[in-house]
């Protein structure tokens, strides 16, 4: 694998479901992290996840998928919660 072939983005999200919107959908391996900073849970799952669900993370916790990441839904707990991730 070479640095080109990585890609690395954030988002941020809330109490209402949404997909995690990831610059390269054809992705299969990604690595979601939620911020450090969070004060909340981010929960992940598919395109209908809910906080009683889905797989928790809290705030600095990661969790590596290898999946069709167009599937992949989170939310949280409170508003305005971070993540990251790295698409390979």
């Given at each position: 694998m070479t640095v080109s072939e990585l890609h690395i983005g954030q988002g941020t999200?809330?109490?209402?479901?949404?997909?995690v919107t990831l610059a390269f959908q054809m992705q299969r391996h990604?690595?979601?992290?939620a911020d450090a900073g969070n004060?909340?849970?981010?929960?992940?799952g598919g395109p209908s996840v809910t906080a009683?669900?889905?797989w928790p993370l809290a705030a600095g916790e990661e969790v590596p998928l290898e999946t069709d990441v167009s599937q992949i839904g989170i939310i949280?707990?409170?508003?305005?919660q971070k993540y990251s991730y790295?698409?390979?």
């Open positions: 999200v809330g109490v209402t479901a949404q997909p990604v690595l979601i992290k004060t909340g849970t981010i929960f992940i009683a669900l889905g949280a707990d409170a508003a305005d790295l698409l390979t």
